[in-house]
Nanobody, 126 residues
Framework: QVQLVESGGGLVQAGGSLRLACAAS????????VGWFRQAPGKEREYVAT????????SYTDSVEGRFTISRDNSENTVYLQMNSLKPEDTAVYYC???????????????????WGQGTQVTVSS
């Protein structure tokens, strides 16, 4: 099992940047693929990005490609989401999720991830 805790959310103006962190407990974190998802009020949870268990592969949804960067430091049991050029439509609660059964970075459905953090709010003002 793994426990996940997100941090780094906040209020930022459009065009600004934030870096989210997802800290994991457990000694086998390097076995887990980690994804970031987000959920805006009244909307379904949507996929944002994925990083492979070793950090060698990444994937992004089209709307954040080129603006967001996912990375991980397995020595620190932490996954990061660097968010640049933020837009008001990026406003949401951001969640990290992990699963050791996933191969590669193609898992984009929330149902594919067994472990979730509590979320961190990101608000982008116009």
């Amino acid at each position: 099992q793994v426990q996940l805790v997100e941090s780094g959310g906040g209020l930022v103006q459009a065009g600004g940047s934030l870096r989210l962190a997802c800290a994991a407990s457990g000694r086998t974190f390097s076995r887990y693929v980690v994804g970031w998802f987000r959920q805006a009020p009244g909307k379904e949870r949507e996929y944002v990005a994925t990083v492979s268990n070793r950090g060698t592969s990444t994937s992004y949804t089209d709307s954040v490609e080129g603006r967001f960067t996912i990375s991980r430091d397995n020595s620190e049991n932490t996954v990061y989401l660097q968010m640049n050029s933020l837009k008001p439509e990026d406003t949401a609660v951001y969640y990290c999720a992990a699963d050791s059964r996933i191969l590669g970075v193609g898992a984009r459905s929330p149902q594919q991830y067994a472990y979730w953090g509590q979320g961190t709010q990101v608000t982008v003002s116009s």
